[in-house]
Structures are given as C-alpha cells and as structure tokens.
C-alpha cells in the first residue's frame, strides 16, 4: 500500500484552495467546475479537498464537520518548511487561527500549529532530523 491522498471534507472548496494558496504557498492542480472536489500540487501525496455535500454521499453513516467553532478532529495534515517562524505568520496573516507559535522540540524539529478557516489542524515543521 501507498498513501495516496488525503481529501478534507470542507464547507466551501474554492476557498478553501484560495486559503491553502496563501497560507501556506500551494498551487492548485485541478479544481472541478462545479466547486465540489479540488486537488493541490503538495508532491507525492495529493492534498484534495471534497464539499461537505460530497462527504455526506459518500458516508452515508454520517461524519463530524470540521468547523472552528467546535474542538479539531483527531487529526493534523503537516506542511515542511527551512522557515517556521515565517511560515507560521504568513498562515496567520491569511487568517488562520493561532494554536501554538513556533518552539523547538528536544529532537530539534522546530513546529508551530494553526488551524485553517475550517478548524484543521495544520502543523508546520521543520524537516525531522530523525530518520
């Protein structure tokens, strides 16, 4: 098995792809005419988001909206970048919401979190000197 992408259930694609553009630097690959699924050029692993409306035909048995009213779902997506500091003011210069700035971990991976315009959690790190 290889992970192949991961979709965000969101409340308004197109602004999604907008935020996720200015955030955090990334480039649409597709958006589909009718605004409902959308895909980022993020490398090997495509970061995809599909309209709640789309979530709710594909699981039938219900799922939890992201919203920043509520706590995040148990899940965080992570970007990398040589520059957390300026990667964490740029996401919130673009209206993400704080979690946490910048602090260095004991391995020396240096992260920050915010949370998107849908309440996702977004890590942004350093590349992991562990391996």
């Not at 035909?57 to 919203?67: H, I």
């Not at 779902?73 to 946490?100: K, M, N, Q, W």
Request: overall charge negative; hydrophobic content about 40%.
């Amino acid at each position: 098995m290889k992970l192949g992408y991961t979709i965000l259930y969101v409340k308004d694609v197109p602004r999604s792809v907008a935020f996720y553009e200015d955030a955090f630097g990334l480039s649409r690959r597709f958006v589909h005419e009718a605004g409902m699924y959308a895909e980022m050029d993020t490398g090997a692993t495509t970061l995809s988001f599909a309209a709640n409306g789309l979530a709710k035909s594909n699981l039938p048995c219900g799922f939890q909206e992201n919203t920043p009213s509520s706590p995040p779902a148990g899940f965080e997506i992570a970007f990398t970048t040589e520059d957390v500091p300026s990667a964490y003011e740029r996401a919130l210069s673009a209206g993400a919401t704080a979690v946490s700035g910048p602090i260095t971990k004991p391995w020396g991976q240096i992260v920050a979190f915010v949370r998107d315009k849908d309440g996702i959690v977004v890590e942004l790190c350093s590349p992991s000197t562990q391996s």
